[in-house]
């Protein structure tokens, strides 16, 4: 009754040579050991071709290729990115001509505010969530609520204004600030807003309907900078909800008006890969999508070095 059929005939199973059979890692795949001294585009030769590192590789050469042709390239970064201390990196892009627009949810906003102006920022939320004092700095919710006033009333983005209010008010953390850099460069900078999910949105100054100007303003900014990425760059840099969701909009719009994606590298780099970057930033939009997955403060210092030097040998 317990009886298995059909029975095996073990006797008959076919093998093939090692050397013949596919296979998909060869010695050409390998990582070298880098030698002592090497310089750092060496070790990045040294990596192997592979996963991460083949990824790696591949993001380096699309955006220096893109910025060598004249490509727009544009960052979006989550808060984790500016409090992980990874602003300066952006802030010298900007300077440098390399990206041509950043997008900020609120809470990256926040944090580089609070840098520009007294180069601290980031609450230990619980002990100070249950004393009732967390999210109520002063100078943090004022300076927002008065962007947010004066972007409305001059029709301007919240990026914009927030950007001349941080550059106005900056002290300790001017060089580092990412706000600060826009204003000066002139580099497109955009904030989008999901309300009631920042400190900000706590005080009875901020009015809705300043708020909701501006950040749409800033959408509608946006949109435009996508319209124009055929072959360049989207970098989604550490958010898993926002950036991402707002990007798929613009490049519905873009694509709605008949701008071509064509050519467009997007690549999402945060710590882990989760759902809407994986399908908002890298499948659904039908580009070529990077992801790299690692700690911010490694990966963003990692990258911008690599792609200085990448620039700086395709145009020598």
């Known amino acids: 009754m317990n009886e298995i059929k059909p029975e095996l005939d073990w006797s008959a ?11 998909k890692v060869d010695l050409a795949q390998m990582g070298q050991l880098a030698p002592a001294g090497a310089s750092f585009a060496d070790f990045l030769a040294t990596l192997p071709n592979q996963l991460g590192g083949k990824n790696l590789r591949a993001l380096i050469t699309t955006i220096a290729k893109a910025h060598k042709e004249g490509h727009r390239i544009i960052a979006a970064a989550g808060g984790h990115v500016i409090k992980t201390g ?28 609070e840098l520009a102006l007294v180069g601290r920022t980031s609450e230990d939320v619980g002990p100070r969530l249950h004393a009732g004092t967390f999210g109520f700095a002063q100078e943090t919710s004022e300076l927002f609520a008065l962007a947010c006033a004066e972007a409305h009333k001059r029709g301007e983005g919240l990026g914009q204004s ?26 497109p900078i955009t904030i989008h807003v999901a309300v009631g999910t920042d400190i900000t949105h706590m005080t009875p100054n901020l009015v809705g309907a300043d708020l909701g100007a501006s950040t749409l303003t800033d959408f509608r900014r946006l949109c435009q900078l996508v319209a124009g990425l055929e072959n360049g ?23 709605n008006l008949g701008y071509s994606m064509d050519g467009m590298t997007t690549a999402n780099l945060d710590f882990q890969q989760q759902y809407r970057g994986l399908v908002n930033v890298l499948q659904r939009p039908g580009s070529q999508g990077i992801g790299l997955t690692g700690h911010h403060e490694i990966m963003i210092p990692l990258l911008h070095l690599a792609v200085s030097e990448e620039i700086s040998r395709i145009s020598g």
């Open 162 to 187: 927030l950007a001349r209010i941080a550059s106005e008010n900056a002290g300790a953390g001017r060089d580092v600030s990412v706000l600060v850099a826009a204003h000066e460069t002139g580099v």
């Open 233 to 255: 760059v989207w970098l989604n840099l550490g958010s898993a909800v926002v950036l991402p969701e707002v990007f798929l909009k613009a490049v519905a719009i873009a694509r």
């Open 86 to 113: 990874c602003g300066p990196y952006l802030a010298d892009w900007m300077r440098k001509g390399v990206i041509q627009g950043l997008a900020l949810n609120g809470a990256a906003s926040i944090h580089d505010l």
């Open 13 to 23: 199973l076919t093998y093939e040579p090692l050397a013949t059979r596919p296979s």
